[in-house]
């Protein structure tokens, strides 16, 4: 765990071990109500993720409140397609078609991220086509809750280019809220793994030895974290925390020292990703369409 503090400005506790992200996700005061109150650049923080991760006024589902009902119904019955899909994931798909020549050395390093937005758009529209256009939307969408960088800010005020973002993501996938999360977001941790598959395939060792479900555990890469904030102050086995700590459950982080399906999708928990057995199941089928 890694605190930092510093009165009146920031307020954040950094979680990396597995163990704790566990306990943490099951704890009942940690939500995604994302309040303003607390130190400065909390507020800054939090207005963002309300801003930048919405859709018509509301949270898109990856930043939803814990709410009454987990799953909702929309994200119950996508998780059901979800994994219905993934059982018949196989080299016949044109994504993973596409994605295997990638992980074969066609191309350029940098499609793997347009190549991902189509995969994932395509579950939500059979059409969907990934363009510059869309994947620089979505690197927008990516950096917004975050940077502090600010000739970029000023920039992106200037010309709209947040909203113009969703906006085009949003009609590209129907309007679907899981979509933008999808296509907006969530791609965003396809291109490092598949980059990871590239450098595996290209070592005539691993090209032999390892199976479709062995690379696709060696490639998974989970969201770099988490955001959660306290609905009330409290300690926990993390240490203690105020209701306006962050808690960042850094995930990535945690399955790099343990590796864990269940973390990188925080299975079993209120939150768990509803594309928890479509993403190893795409993974292994691009490297065993690679293999041929």
């Known amino acids: 765990m890694n605190r930092l503090r510093i009165p009146a400005l920031i307020d954040l506790m950094r979680v990396s071990d597995p163990e704790l992200i566990a306990h ?10 994302y309040v303003s109150r607390g130190p400065l650049l909390n507020r800054i923080l939090t207005g963002r993720i309300r801003r930048v991760l919405s859709l018509n006024g509301k949270p898109l589902p990856s930043v939803a409140p814990r709410g009454t009902e987990r799953p909702t119904p929309a994200q119950g019955a996508l998780e059901a397609r979800l994994t219905q899909l993934a059982a018949g994931l196989d080299a016949s798909d044109p994504s993973v078609q596409a994605l295997a020549r990638y992980v074969r050395g066609e191309g350029s390093p940098d499609a793997a991220g347009p ?4 995969a994932v758009g ?3 529209a059979p059409d969907y086509k ?14 917004a809750p975050r940077t502090f960088n600010p000739f970029l800010l000023l920039w992106w005020g200037l010309t709209g280019a947040v909203a113009k973002a969703k906006r085009l993501l949003s009609e590209k996938v129907g309007h679907d809220p899981s979509g933008v999360h999808g296509i ?6 396809f291109p490092p793994a598949f980059s990871r598959m590239r450098a595996l395939y ?3 060792s691993a090209r032999s030895r390892l199976t479709p479900e062995a690379a696709a555990a060696q490639c998974l890469v989970a969201p770099q974290q988490v955001v959660r904030q306290p609905t009330t102050a409290g300690d926990s086995l993390a240490g203690d925390f105020g209701d ?5 459950l850094q995930l990535d982080a945690a399955i790099g020292r343990a590796p864990s399906p269940e973390i990188a999708f925080m299975t079993g928990t209120w939150a768990q990703c509803p594309a928890h ?3 190893p199941a795409l993974l292994a089928a691009v490297w065993r369409a690679a293999q041929g």
């Open 244 to 248: 306006s700590t962050l808690i960042l």
């Open 130 to 143: 990934s363009d510059a256009q869309s994947w620089a939307a979505a690197q927008v969408i990516d950096q």
């Open 184 to 189: 907006g977001v969530a791609v965003h941790n």
């Open 277 to 279: 057995a479509w993403i």
């Open 202 to 204: 290209a070592d005539p």
């Open 24 to 33: 943490l996700a099951e704890d009942r005061r940690l939500d995604r109500q």
């Open 122 to 124: 395509r579950l939500f």
């Open 115 to 118: 190549l991902a937005q189509e």
